[in-house]
């Protein structure tokens, strides 16, 4: 249904997304994801119209909107957006924001799908309401649906959840993606929230440094990141420097790992591999010692930050009521039956 291109877009001198390619067929929901400046709310204002291309093309629906030929206007894309400051009509009740744009259809045809689409959000008897009488939950869920009233081939959500609380952002989340499911909407979401782009989207599209590294589902990106920057930025975890012993084993200051090594790389070749929090049990029948030399309460969870005798460091998530001081001395066990090494470039 969407199809990028090679996209490359620049203010002036300066280009802020190159290179960028990625597909995303009908009823799905994709998520461009990373860093604040990273070009990802400049690709999405590009597949809106509201920025020019510097080379590459959009089509939607196989028709081409923008190249070096067309630039088709924001409002001939039958494109919906949603914004993270709600954008709603003050002087508009809430009926009358969510069909504003419904022109096409008779009053009756908008005042049906109207209370369709509140009754779908649970704000069936909020019509007659004006926006400052919402929550601002409820302010977005309207933005949501008003967006949604026109039936637009594609919906564009930039940074919708942003100025909510934690919970809310989550509940939020959950419900967005409902939604456009129950409604067979395509759509993008920009974040920079792993956990909402996990929760909304069905694939992935990490950006960094103006470029599109990978264009995965969530679990792909955990388990096999493209780079190295995906992988920290998607899991938290530690690098520790290894030795490749075989195709399938790498020798690291915690064990040996059985692993595929990563292409070119040979026996004696210097490697990173990336280890998670959920790759370190503390257990205190271990023969491997590290130090607490940090820790970071989480409610259900303490992060602990553990250092070994060799200066390499490691994080581990343990619950709560285990409790561990700064310095003292805990016992580890590995559980790495998946981990991700990437070729040491300083080679």
């Not at 400051?85 to 022109?103: E, K, S």
Request: aromatic share 6%.
């Amino acid at each position: 249904m969407l199809k990028v291109e090679e996209v490359s877009i620049a203010y002036g001198n300066n280009i802020v997304v190159q290179d960028a390619s990625l597909q995303l067929d009908k009823g799905k929901i994709g998520c461009f994801l990373g860093p604040s400046g990273c070009g990802k709310t400049t690709l999405l204002r590009a597949i809106a119209g509201f920025e020019p291309l510097l080379q590459g093309q959009i089509l939607l629906n196989d028709k081409a909107v923008s190249n070096n030929q067309v630039n088709l206007a924001p409002e001939k894309r039958n494109i919906g957006m949603v914004f993270q400051d709600f954008a709603l009509f003050p002087h508009l009740n809430v009926a009358d924001n969510i069909a504003f744009g419904m022109t096409l259809l008779k009053r009756t045809e908008q005042k049906y799908r109207t209370q369709q689409l509140l009754e779908m959000v649970s704000l069936g008897d909020y019509g007659q309401r004006y926006p400052h009488e919402l929550s601002g939950g409820q302010q977005q869920r309207i933005a949501l649906i008003r967006a949604l009233a026109p039936k637009p081939d594609l919906l564009l959500m930039d940074e919708p959840f942003s100025s909510m609380d934690v919970e809310l952002r989550k509940e939020l989340a959950s419900e967005v993606r409902d939604i456009l499911k129950h409604e067979n909407i395509t759509a993008i979401l920009v974040t920079h929230d792993q956990n909402e782009a996990f929760i909304v989207a069905d694939t992935i599209g990490v950006m960094q440094g103006g470029k599109l590294t990978q264009w995965a589902d969530g679990y792909e990106l955990y388990h096999e990141p493209a780079n190295a920057f995906i992988a920290d930025f998607i899991g938290q975890g530690v690098f520790i420097e290894g030795e490749v012993l075989c195709e399938h084993s790498i020798k690291t200051p915690l064990s040996i790992v059985h692993e595929k090594v990563p292409n070119g790389c040979k026996p004696g070749c210097k490697v990173n591999v990336f280890i998670r929090p959920d790759d370190i049990i503390l257990d205190k029948t271990a023969s491997l010692k590290a130090t607490v030399v940090g820790r970071e309460f989480r409610g259900a969870n303490f992060m602990y930050t553990l250092e070994l005798a060799d200066g390499n460091k490691l994080l581990t998530l343990e619950h709560s009521h285990h409790h561990h001081d700064i310095g003292e001395e805990v016992g580890l066990s590995l559980d790495l039956e998946h981990v991700v090494v990437f070729a040491n470039k300083a080679q």
